[in-house]
């Protein structure tokens, strides 16, 4: 079956402070992995995608993400936080042979502190 | 580009009465669509993927006629909550997929809040 964990539900960090989130995954085919955020109320914005080329990923406001194999990982990155990342991270995964779909994690939520 | 409106943003109506929520691909055509669900504080939820000119496949436990889904044309799809229920009250919101495009990435749209009193 596919799934995707991500293994923290808050992460609270400080601002100017690196930024980790964590995502694994289960998946017996060649996997698609997306990173979104939402900020409150919102809808899903696209940080970045990892199609099985690079396995460094960078998306936009200075996230990226690096797909291992070896440890079914899709970690998301940030050297440095902003009061503005503050909201809701979601890994997704989606995979050849499912029809499309996307599968989604449970989410992150960051808050950056002053 | 790749930009997905919804209508309305957010609607409240009375229990019992059916609330009909649009998704259009504005700058691309979209043979696939798909609508999610989102309780406070939880994940998306794939409700049902909607494929231009057929009938929608609904995931398990979703019942489609409940919530029809109608996709007339490559840039809209609608979703019909059929005699809504306080329970049903959540976030929904619709993706889509380009025409033609790679991979599997979808485009979501803002979301539509359904409050049911």
């Known amino acids: 079956a596919q799934s995707v964990t991500q293994l923290d539900s808050h992460v609270s960090v400080s601002e100017g402070t690196p930024v980790l989130l964590r995502c694994n995954y289960s998946?017996?085919?060649?996997?698609?992995l997306f990173w979104y955020v939402q900020h409150p109320n919102k809808g899903l914005q696209l940080l970045l995608k990892?199609?099985?080329?690079?396995?460094l990923v960078k998306g936009i406001n200075g996230f990226e993400a690096e797909f291992k194999k070896s440890e079914t990982s899709f970690h998301l990155t940030k050297p440095s936080a902003h009061m503005s990342d503050a909201a809701e991270y979601f890994c997704?995964?989606?995979?050849?042979?499912?029809?499309?779909?996307?599968?989604f994690g449970a989410g992150t939520r960051l808050a950056v502190h002053p | 580009g790749a930009v997905v409106s919804q209508h309305p943003s957010w609607v409240i109506c009375k229990s019992g009465t059916s609330v009909k929520i649009e998704c259009r691909s504005l700058?691309?055509?979209?043979?696939?669509m798909f609508w999610y669900r989102q309780f406070p504080k939880q994940s998306l939820m794939l409700m049902a993927t909607?494929?231009?000119?057929?009938?929608?496949?609904?995931e398990q436990g979703v019942e489609k006629d409940k919530f029809l889904i109608n996709h007339a044309s490559l840039t809209l799809s609608t979703l019909t909550v059929t005699s809504a229920h306080p329970e049903d009250s959540s976030f929904y919101i619709c993706?889509?997929?380009?025409?033609?495009?790679?991979?599997?990435?979808?485009?979501f749209g803002p979301g539509t809040r359904l409050t049911v009193l």
């Open positions: 700058d691309f055509q979209a043979t696939t």
């Open positions: 998946s017996s085919y060649s996997p698609s």
């Open positions: 909607s494929n231009e000119g057929s009938k929608a496949t609904y």
């Open positions: 993706s889509a997929r380009i025409q033609g495009g790679v991979g599997n990435e979808q485009f």
């Open positions: 990892y199609t099985s080329a690079a396995t």
């Open positions: 997704v995964v989606s995979f050849s042979g499912g029809y499309n779909k996307l599968i």
